[in-house]
């Protein structure tokens, strides 16, 4: 066989499916779901009641400029140390709440990561929609980069979209699958949302460790047929 058609077949073979994913994905987040609701809910807490406090404080541009920023720096840096927490889990060890403070220094990577796929996803968006979903599901992963491989900005923008390269598709029906029960749990007087929020997450971290297993692959089988 060809190293090409070695590495398209490689390519196109499912990296994981949905009942995989969501099956290994439930039960990892039931073995840790009081820590990782428990974190979920302190930050829910944390972030209204830092809201309350800085909107008695606004009183004129320079007040909420200060604000905003201390809202989304608290919320970087939970999502930061959430997805650490979500990667424990995974590997069946306990989440710990130092993941938080080691994933600090990474903040100003994310925030810059962020706004650059909003923008794209936003421009995408205003191509007839379809491009700023597709962007979208190539650039999800830059978070997993920047917080399993210290990635830097254009590195973990880089590799996502390499990584979720001929995937798409699926990635698309999971994503909708993610966001279903993320309303589900909505729809459960919003208690289900503390359920909700953490097998969404783990989802995402699961087929992400998926993926990176299958491109791993095809790179070990291309190195193997380049160097017999």
């Given at each position: 066989m060809s190293l090409c058609k070695t590495i398209k077949y490689t390519i196109m073979k499912p990296a994981f499916t949905i009942p995989e994913v969501f099956s290994t994905s439930w039960i990892r987040t039931k073995e840790q779901i009081w820590i990782l609701a428990g974190l979920f809910i302190s930050f829910v807490i944390l972030y209204c009641l830092l809201f309350i406090l800085l909107e008695s404080l606004r009183a004129g541009v320079v007040s909420i400029i200060i604000a905003t920023l201390a809202n989304v720096l608290l919320y970087m840096l939970f999502e930061l140390g959430y997805y650490k927490n979500i990667?424990?889990?995974?590997?069946?060890?306990?989440?710990?709440?130092?993941?938080?403070?080691?994933?600090?220094?990474?903040?100003?990577?994310?925030?810059?990561?962020?706004?650059?796929?909003?923008?794209?996803?936003?421009?995408?968006?205003?191509?007839?929609?379809?491009?700023?979903?597709?962007?979208?599901?190539?650039?999800?992963?830059?978070?997993?980069?920047?917080?399993?491989?210290?990635?830097?900005?254009?590195?973990?923008?880089?590799?996502?979209?390499?990584?979720?390269?001929?995937?798409?598709?699926?990635?698309?029906?999971?994503?909708?699958?993610?966001?279903?029960?993320?309303?589900l749990g909505t729809l459960l007087l919003l208690v289900g949302l503390f359920v909700a929020i953490p097998l969404f997450y783990m989802m995402q971290c699961y087929a992400y460790r998926k993926l990176m297993e299958a491109h791993d692959s095809v790179g070990k089988e291309s190195e193997e047929l380049t160097n017999p």
């Open positions: 990667f424990q889990a995974l590997d069946e060890t306990e989440p710990q709440f130092s993941a938080y403070g080691k994933q600090a220094k990474k903040v100003f990577t994310y925030i810059v990561v962020s706004i650059t796929t909003v923008i794209i996803i936003l421009v995408g968006l205003a191509l007839l929609i379809v491009p700023g979903v597709y962007m979208g599901l190539r650039l999800q992963f830059a978070v997993a980069f920047i917080v399993e491989e210290d990635a830097g900005i254009v590195e973990s923008l880089k590799r996502s979209w390499n990584l979720t390269k001929g995937h798409t598709k699926s990635l698309l029906v999971l994503g909708l699958v993610m966001y279903g029960i993320v309303i």
